[in-house]
């Protein structure tokens, strides 16, 4: 979104219910953790563009992003327990064969 005018500049779908999101400046990907899933979005001068999204547990809304080793991580609880998980950040596909 253009902040000055409140146009819309690009958009991209993800999954349904985000509460947070988390971005890697370097990889310029955008995680957002949705109801059940994390989607990912590959942001670029031409716009974004959705990579898909992985399951998640159920009630995991709170993502940060680690810049240093690009790691995703999620905070979730069930009526007993809270826990962490760590996802592999997303790293672009190779292109040629050696």
Same mark, same amino acid.
């Given at each position: 979104?253009?902040?000055?005018? %409140?146009?819309?500049?690009?958009?991209?779908?993800?999954?349904?219910? !985000?509460?947070?999101?988390?971005?890697?400046?370097?990889?310029?990907v955008?995680?957002? =953790?949705?109801?059940?899933?994390?989607?990912?979005?590959? !942001?670029?001068?031409?716009?974004?563009?959705?990579? %898909?999204? !992985?399951?998640?547990?159920?009630? =995991?809304?709170?993502?940060?992003?680690?810049?240093?080793?690009?790691? !995703?991580?999620?905070?979730?609880?069930?009526?007993?327990?809270?826990y962490?998980?760590?996802?592999?950040?997303?790293?672009?596909?190779?292109t040629? =064969?050696?």
């Open positions: 979104m253009d902040l000055q005018t %409140g146009n819309i500049i690009a958009s991209a779908d993800i999954g349904p219910g !985000v509460d947070h999101i988390a971005f890697d400046s370097e990889k310029q955008l995680y957002s =953790a949705c109801e059940g899933t994390i989607s990912i979005t590959k !942001v670029s001068d031409a716009g974004l563009e959705s990579l %898909g999204s !992985v399951k998640s547990p159920r009630g =995991a809304h709170s993502i940060i992003l680690v810049p240093s080793t690009h790691d !995703v991580w999620i905070s979730y609880a069930d009526k007993k327990h809270s962490f998980q760590k996802f592999k950040s997303y790293d672009e596909p190779k040629g =064969a050696l």
